[in-house]
């Protein structure tokens, strides 16, 4: 079973569309996390969720909205994109600060 | 403003000898400095973690020290092999789970 799995892997879209990163964790963790690694190889933290609480908010554009519907699930849905999105964005879980666990990434390619 | 730096050139290193990279912190007191592993279009993968009360922590061939005075952190990879080649990132948390990473530092190990 995978721990933290996100969907989809590849996303290929053009600019302006609106689109949806699904992600989901099995391990019973309390914060999730999603983070933007951009061309310099640099995991920025985008947003972190505690018990479905949004915790960190880091300096991001608001077309960029994290939803939460209960503590295993954190999509991020991005509004109006921008040639700058391209990216890869990794979701996390973890509990209390400890060992974070990543999924796969999703690889965001605007056009 | 919270700075981790980590070197940002790649360590290329013979196999059999021993990699060390270094993370250093400005603005920050973590509860918590964490190793992660990450190889291309992979998402990170955790090593070691070790605590601000503790000075070293081993794991087979990973050694971690942690250094809170002079707010460093030294990473060991004794008796590197070619399948240690991968990007290697520092990370500080804190118990309300909020992480920061590092650039990453890249290991080639060369046979």
């Known amino acids: 079973d995978t721990a933290v799995s996100q969907t989809p892997k590849y996303l290929v879209t053009q600019m302006g569309n609106d689109k949806s990163i699904k992600c989901e964790q099995n391990?019973?963790?309390?914060?999730m996390y999603w983070y933007k690694q951009d061309s310099k190889k640099f995991l920025k933290i985008m947003f972190s969720?505690?018990?479905?609480?949004?915790?960190i908010n880091e300096t991001v554009p608001n077309r960029f909205s994290p939803k939460s519907p209960d503590k295993a699930h954190l999509n991020l849905h991005i509004n109006s994109l921008e040639l700058g999105d391209s990216a890869v964005y990794f979701c996390a879980s973890s509990q209390q600060g400890n060992e974070a666990f990543f999924g796969q990434g999703t690889r965001l390619t605007v056009v | 403003s919270q700075k981790i730096e980590q070197n940002s050139e790649a360590l290329n290193i013979q196999e059999g000898k021993t990699a060390t990279l270094t993370c250093n912190y400005t603005?920050?007191?973590?509860?918590?400095l964490q190793w992660y592993r990450q190889d291309p279009g992979r998402g990170p993968v955790f090593l070691l973690l070790?605590?601000?009360?503790?000075k070293e922590k081993r794991k087979e061939r990973l050694k971690v020290t942690f250094d809170t005075t002079l707010k460093q952190s030294l990473f060991h990879i004794t008796a590197s092999q070619p399948a240690d080649s991968a990007t290697y990132l520092c990370?500080?948390?804190?118990?309300?789970?909020?992480?920061?990473f590092g650039a990453g530092t890249q290991v080639v190990v060369t046979p």
């Open positions: 603005n920050y007191s973590p509860a918590y």
């Open positions: 070790i605590r601000e009360n503790e």
């Open positions: 969720y505690n018990n479905k609480e949004l915790i």
């Open positions: 391990l019973g963790h309390d914060t």
């Open positions: 990370a500080l948390s804190d118990s309300w789970g909020k992480f920061q």
